[in-house]
């Protein structure tokens, strides 16, 4: 594992507008902390913090250099990186100092190689974690950890616990859980009767006589719906007029 290596200054934490002024010289803040150490505010330069992060993965572990003798020389990853949320610029970083002969715990991030089996079938290779935890020497981190998947076939799956890591690193979980896996090609399925609609049956928006045009008309001298209730109701009202005309 490369080192690299990055600048930094002591910095003051007040008055507010520090931070702000800071930013605007174009240096970010950031804070060293590390087991047995105080946590100490320093600046560094933007654009050479830029230049670290893009190469962090070759360059797991920073090597400080300072006018300050109590931070020159120490040895630290970047833990984490606070960015902008539009324009993803960087606003604070923290650096985690590391003692080069004492094993850590870090994530490595996962590499796929070779074509799938189970792909040349139709299946579609899934990822399910693009990263692991491991543990060794600050100093012998994996730039990636490689993993063959030529060998999968549909529906097979690769857990952590068969994962190989080169070196003295050593793979780090509390379930086997799986990292990829080969899932079944998929098919349209074909439309049912019901979403094609039954045959002869009116679109949607057409008008009712288009419906009933074929429907055969009812017999002479039969009533239509509604005019033998009409009819009854007029009887009535005829028989109620029988006695007035007789008075």
């Given amino acids: 594992m490369e080192t690299g290596e990055l600048n930094?200054?002591?910095?003051?934490?007040?008055?507010?507008?520090t931070i702000t002024a800071l930013r605007r010289q174009g240096r970010v803040p950031a804070v060293i902390y590390g087991p047995g150490s105080v946590p100490t505010p320093?600046?560094?330069?933007?654009?050479?913090?830029?230049?670290r992060l893009s190469a962090a993965s070759h360059t797991r572990i920073?090597?400080?250099?300072?006018?300050?003798?109590?931070?020159?020389?120490?040895?630290?990853?970047f833990k984490e990186v606070q960015r902008a949320p539009v324009s993803g610029a960087v606003l604070h970083a923290d650096l985690y100092e590391v003692d080069l002969k004492r094993a850590i715990q870090v994530e490595v991030p996962l590499r796929f190689t070779?074509?799938?089996r189970g792909v040349a079938d139709g299946g579609i290779l899934q990822p399910l974690v693009r990263a692991m935890t491991v543990e060794c020497l600050p100093l012998e981190i994996p730039e990636a950890i490689e993993i063959d998947v030529s060998g999968l076939g549909v529906h097979d799956v690769i857990h952590v616990s068969e994962v190989k890591?080169?070196?003295?690193?050593?793979?780090?979980?509390?379930?086997?859980y799986a990292v990829v896996s080969v899932l079944p090609p998929t098919v349209a399925e074909a439309?049912?009767?019901?979403a094609a609609g039954v045959e002869g049956a009116p679109e949607e928006g057409?008008?009712?006589?288009?419906?009933?045009?074929?429907?055969?008309?009812?017999?002479?001298g039969t009533p239509k719906e509604g005019a033998a209730p009409a009819a009854a109701a007029a009887g009535g009202a005829a028989k109620k007029a029988e006695p007035a005309a007789k008075k």
Avoid at 42 to 51: A, C, F, N, P, Q
Avoid at 165 to 176: M, Q, R, T, W
């Fill in 42 to 51: 320093v600046s560094v330069s933007g654009s050479e913090l830029r230049d």
């Fill in 206 to 220: 057409a008008p009712a006589e288009a419906a009933t045009a074929g429907a055969p008309a009812p017999a002479e």
């Fill in 165 to 176: 890591v080169s070196g003295n690193a050593k793979p780090i979980f509390d379930s086997d």
């Fill in 8 to 17: 930094c200054e002591k910095r003051a934490v007040k008055p507010r507008g």
């Fill in 114 to 116: 070779g074509r799938a």
């Fill in 191 to 194: 439309p049912t009767p019901q």
């Fill in 62 to 77: 920073v090597r400080l250099k300072s006018g300050a003798s109590d931070l020159d020389g120490r040895h630290v990853i």
